[in-house]
C-alpha cells in the first residue's frame, strides 16, 4: 500500500512546473509531499487504533486440565476418554461494572478527536512556514534582480566612462571608483544568488522536492497591502484554533480518565462454568452415578490492601495538568493573535512609506545623479553614492514587501483565515 500511494505523490510532484511555482501549487504539494504532515496523519491513525481497542470487550478465558493422576497406578489403558485421570474444560468471563468500558471508549475518542484537531493545528503551522519560505524566495528573487540591474548599469557606465576617458573627459581615478563599485556590485550579485540558493532549498524541503530545488521559482505576486481591521470577537477567533480544541478535547478525555480511574472501586465480577468428566468405574462416577459434572463459578476481587488510590490520584493530576494545558494554550493564542495583529500594522505602515514617498524619492535622485553626471555637473562620488542610495533603498524596500507579507499570513494564520479574506 505504501508503494500505491507513494507512485501518485511522485507523479504529482513531476508534473508541477516549479520553474513558475504558484503559491497554491505549492500549497497542494504541501498537503501530499510534506513530512511533518504525513506524521501528524499517522498519529491519527494510531489514536483511531487506540479507540479501537479501548471499545474491545474483555474475551474469555478457556482452560483445559486433568487431575488426580496418580503415578503408582498409571492412567490406565484405553481410549484418551477412559484413561484413570480427571479431565476438565472450564470458561471463564470477566464482567466489567462501573461503565469502565464506555468511560475507556469516550476517553480515547477524545483523544482521537485531539489528534485529529493537531492534524489541522500542523497543516495551519505548516503552510505559514510554507508562505514564510515562498515570501523569503520571492525576496531573494528580488534582491537578484535588483543587483543584476546595478551590474549592467555599472557596465554601461564603465563603458562610457573608458571612452571618455580616452577622450581626456575625466581622470583615471574616477573610472577606478567606478570599477570598484561594479565589482562591489559583482560581489553583492554572488551574495544574493548564494541566498537564492537558501530559499530555494528551504522551500523544497516544505514540498517535498529537494532533488529539483535550483530550479524552483515563485511567480505570485506580493500580497496587497492590508489596511483592514480584526477579524471579529478575539474570543471568537481563539476558540475556533485548532490548537484550543485540542486542548479542550485532551480535557475531556482526561475528565473520562478521571471517571475511569474512580470506577475501579467498582468490583468487577468473573462468572464461569466448568465441565468435568471422571472415568467410568472411579469414585466420583460411582458416586454420581455418571462420568461427568458441572459447576458454575463466580470470583470477586477483595479490596483488603490497595483501593486504588495511586490511579485515581493521577487521573486527578492529569485533569488538572489538562485544565492547565487548554488555559495555556488559550492564553498563547490571544498573544499570538495580539502580536500578529500589531506587527502587521507596523509593517503594513513601513511599507507604505516605501512604496509611497522613499523608493519614489530614491529613483528620482538616482535618475538626477544619472543625468547630472551625464552632462558633467556632478562628480563620479556623487553619483556613486546616489546609486548606493538607491540600491540599499531597494533592498530595504523588498525587505519590507517580505516583513508586510510574512505578517499577514501569521495574522491570517492566528486568526484561521488562511484561505479566506483576513478582514
Do not use: C
Request: aromatic share 6%.
Amino acid at each position: 500500500m505504501g508503494l500505491a500511494l507513494a507512485q501518485p505523490l511522485a507523479t504529482l510532484g513531476q508534473s508541477v512546473d516549479l520553474t513558475a511555482l504558484t503559491l497554491a501549487q505549492a500549497e497542494e504539494l504541501l498537503q501530499t509531499r510534506n513530512r511533518e504532515l504525513q506524521a501528524a496523519r499517522r498519529a491519527v491513525e494510531a489514536a483511531g487504533a487506540g479507540t479501537l481497542a479501548a471499545g474491545a470487550r474483555p474475551n474469555p478465558t478457556l482452560s483445559l486440565g486433568v487431575g488426580a493422576i496418580n503415578p503408582a497406578a498409571g492412567v490406565g489403558s484405553g481410549s484418551l476418554r477412559d484413561k484413570t485421570v480427571d479431565s476438565s474444560v472450564r470458561i471463564d468471563q470477566v464482567i466489567e461494572r462501573g461503565d469502565r468500558r464506555e468511560l475507556r471508549l469516550a476517553s480515547a475518542k477524545s483523544l482521537e478527536s485531539a489528534s485529529a484537531e493537531d492534524l489541522s493545528e500542523a497543516q495551519r503551522q505548516q503552510r505559514l512556514a510554507l508562505r514564510y519560505a515562498y515570501y523569503d524566495l520571492l525576496l531573494a528573487q528580488d534582491k537578484v534582480d535588483i543587483a543584476r540591474d546595478t551590474i549592467a548599469l555599472f557596465q554601461g557606465s564603465l563603458r562610457a566612462a573608458e571612452l571618455r576617458l580616452k577622450a581626456g573627459d575625466i581622470a583615471m581615478a574616477d573610472v577606478a571608483r567606478l570599477r570598484v563599485d561594479a565589482l562591489r556590485a559583482q560581489n553583492d550579485a554572488r551574495a544574493t544568488e548564494a541566498e537564492q540558493r537558501r530559499a530555494q532549498l528551504a522551500l523544497a524541503y516544505m514540498i517535498g522536492a529537494e532533488g529539483r530545488a535550483i530550479g524552483i521559482r515563485a511567480v505570485d505576486p506580493w500580497p496587497s497591502l492590508y489596511a483592514g481591521r480584526p477579524g471579529g470577537p478575539v474570543d471568537e477567533l481563539i476558540e475556533g484554533r485548532p490548537d484550543v480544541r485540542a486542548a479542550k478535547s485532551r480535557l475531556e478525555a482526561a475528565q473520562n480518565g478521571r471517571d475511569l480511574a474512580r470506577s475501579l472501586r467498582t468490583r468487577d465480577l468473573t462468572v464461569g462454568a466448568q465441565y468435568d468428566h471422571y472415568p467410568l468405574g472411579t469414585a466420583p462416577a460411582n458416586t454420581f452415578g455418571t462420568g461427568n459434572s458441572y459447576g458454575v463459578f463466580v470470583s470477586v476481587p477483595l479490596f483488603t490492601g490497595y483501593h486504588y488510590e495511586g490511579e485515581i490520584r493521577r487521573s486527578e493530576v492529569d485533569y488538572s495538568a489538562a485544565m492547565e494545558g487548554l488555559d495555556k494554550v488559550r492564553a498563547q493564542a490571544r498573544t499570538e493573535i495580539a502580536r500578529a495583529f500589531s506587527d502587521l500594522q507596523a509593517a503594513a505602515e513601513r511599507l507604505q512609506r516605501y512604496d509611497e514617498s522613499l523608493l519614489v524619492e530614491a529613483k528620482r535622485a538616482a535618475d538626477s545623479a544619472e543625468f547630472a553626471y551625464r552632462n558633467g555637473a556632478i562628480g563620479v562620488m556623487d553619483l556613486l553614492d546616489a546609486r548606493r542610495t538607491l540600491r540599499a533603498i531597494q533592498f530595504d524596500a523588498a525587505s519590507a514587501r517580505n516583513d508586510h507579507s510574512k505578517a499577514l499570513a501569521a495574522w491570517q494564520a492566528g486568526i484561521g483565515r488562511l484561505d479566506g479574506d483576513p478582514r
